[in-house]
């Protein structure tokens, strides 16, 4: 029904900068949250920053300050800036989105497949 894909990961010093996108296509409605989740190595995986609908924003503390989650409605595109990078951001990172589909009643999640992200010291 519904396709998520993220991209823009890599490898990057500590201090750098990358931006994460994540693009949701298919038989979509509507868009309600859309977030990013990391998992680390032998870590469980944690919400990184969410968007509303509405453009309300929240961020996981070790992120608050480096991080900026941003949503592009008419492209069903959301963004994850990530500035001053840490080696402790290194991770799996994943986009989750809430949709509405069409002729469907209900809300539905979907996942991305996942994009690595690795900060060197």
């Known amino acids: 029904q519904v396709q998520v894909v993220e991209s823009g990961g890599g490898l990057v010093q500590a201090g750098g900068s990358l931006r994460l996108s994540c693009v949701a296509s298919?038989?979509?409605?509507?868009?309600?949250?859309m977030e990013w989740y990391r998992q680390a190595p032998g870590k469980q995986r944690e919400l990184v920053a969410r968007?509303?609908?509405?453009?309300?924003?929240n961020y996981a503390d070790s992120v608050k300050g480096r991080f900026t989650i941003s949503r592009d409605n008419a492209k069903n595109t959301v963004y994850l800036q990530m500035n001053s990078l840490k080696p402790e951001d290194t991770a799996v990172y994943y986009c989750?989105?809430?949709?509405?589909?069409?002729?469907?009643?209900?809300?539905?999640?979907?996942w991305g497949q996942g994009t690595q992200v690795t900060v060197s010291s």
């Open positions: 298919g038989r979509i409605a509507g868009i309600n949250d």
């Open positions: 989750r989105i809430v949709v509405e589909i069409t002729s469907l009643v209900g809300q539905y999640q979907y």
């Open positions: 968007v509303s609908s509405g453009g309300s924003t």
